[in-house]
């Protein structure tokens, strides 16, 4: 898989790439985009789920519902 962005070139192995569908990378986004994707996979008695989604040191997004 091949991304060019302005001057840069990027090539990454196709199988370790994941097209998801979000509208910008930002860890907000994809903490938002981890939960929906749990959601349908985990019991449904569960009263809470929350993903948090760790960017580096001090900076982490959390979804809930």
Same mark, same amino acid.
């Given at each position: 898989t091949e991304v060019? !962005?302005?001057t840069r070139h990027y090539?990454? &192995?196709t199988p370790e =790439? +994941?097209?998801i569908p979000v509208a910008n990378i930002t860890s907000e986004a994809l903490?938002? !985009?981890a939960w929906?994707? +749990?959601s349908y996979r +985990? &019991?449904?008695? +569960?009263t809470k789920? =929350? =993903?948090y989604i760790k960017e580096t040191a001090g900076q982490t997004a959390a979804y809930s519902q």
């Open positions: 060019i !962005y302005s090539c990454f &192995p =790439v +994941l097209k903490a938002r !985009y929906t994707e +749990l +985990l &019991p449904k008695d +569960l789920i =929350v =993903v």
